[in-house]
């Protein structure tokens, strides 16, 4: 397991280019979003622009999650791990991938707006809504990637079957986060907070027993 992750690490280290084109993109949409707006006093506003800027950095990002298992790379991967480890490696990976860069709209939003709409929040909460969606996302467009990819599809299909797949848990978690940013307690907020771990395990549990059927086809 551990190298598979490395071996997701080097190749993205290899095309830094596009790890720094997604980083311009959080970039440039955070900083639009400031020249547009100047200052964001709502707090369901500033959400918003939160979670619009998460789900389609974590588009951009990982559509090309499955691009270097091709031809022969393929059948060497197969030689050497199961479809299981394979799927949970890139899993991770991306998971990881996806909470980094939302964080960084975080702290860009926080940048550019400022705190005062976090004045009332349980940011404990809402650190932990943004770790769990972002995990969730990464998690859920690595298995549509994967699916896309084995059906030999454009990856463009990633992102037709994507919005219908992670549209729950983005009501679910910009629900939770707001609640968060009004300073709800955790029992208050605790419905919400199950149901992203549902979610999130479910991507998960579905990813590990319907990807190695995916593999052998």
């Known amino acids: 397991m551990f190298s598979l992750l490395k071996k997701e690490i080097q190749l993205e280290w290899r095309q830094k280019h596009a790890l720094a084109g997604v980083l311009l ?3 440039a949409t955070v900083f639009v979003c400031y020249l547009a707006l ?25 559509q090309r999650t499955f691009h270097q298992e091709t031809g022969g790379t393929l059948y060497y991967l197969y030689t050497l791990a199961s ?31 400022g705190t005062g709409v976090f004045s009332d929040a349980d940011m404990g909460q809402f650190l932990t809504g943004l770790l769990l969606g972002s995990t969730g996302l990464g998690m859920a467009l690595t ?11 454009g990856a463009g299909l990633v992102a037709v079957l994507g919005f219908p797949v992670v549209m729950p848990l983005m009501i679910t978690m910009v629900r939770f986060s707001r609640f968060a940013m009004d300073g709800l307690s955790w029992s208050e907020n605790g419905l919400n907070l199950l149901i992203l771990l549902v979610l999130n395990a479910a991507f998960l549990i579905l990813s590990l027993v319907l990807f190695p059927y995916l593999w052998r086809d």
């Open 38 to 62: 100047q200052s964001i006093e709502a707090p369901d506003v500033w959400n918003a622009l939160l979670w619009i800027t998460a789900l389609f950095t974590a588009f951009n990002a990982l």
């Open 83 to 113: 479809p299981r480890q394979i799927m949970l490696a890139k899993m991770i990976y991306y998971g990881l991938q996806a909470a980094l860069l939302n964080g960084m709209s975080f702290a860009l939003f926080l940048f550019f707006f």
């Open 143 to 153: 298995f549509l990637a994967g699916l896309v990819f084995r059906s030999g599809a």
């Open 25 to 27: 993109y959080v970039l």
